[in-house]
């Protein structure tokens, strides 16, 4: 399973040669920066398997979690691409919305659903959870 994808104004592109390994949707704080919704939705996968052309820019920021990531985003158009948690340095979280083709995405919980707010309507029958959950689907 391939995947590509781009920031707004097509100067970072992306090729991911792998399947995802989860997808989520997150409602904390950061992820509401990230995105400026209620909400980011995200795509797992093996960094390893993801390869980046064009200039990408990095800030680290503490998540809600309390971990340190490093969110990727276009210089040029703010378009922001992925994160990439400190602490798990082999994983690459894509925003979805980056994605030539999102079709395919099916998020199996939403994760700090205490932190989102009711105008912010999600998929009522995907599992919610309070905070961060890092553990098997």
Known sequence: MDFSGRCACGAIRYTIAAAPIRGFQCQCSDCQRDTGSGHSSVFVFARNAVS????VREIARTA????V???GFCPNCGSPIYNQPDEKPDYIGIYVGTLDDASTFKPSVVLFCSRGYDWDRLDPDIRKLPKWYSGPE
Do not use: P
């Open 52 to 55: 980046v052309t064009g200039e």
């Open 64 to 67: 809600d979690s309390g971990a």
């Open 69 to 71: 990531k490093r969110k």
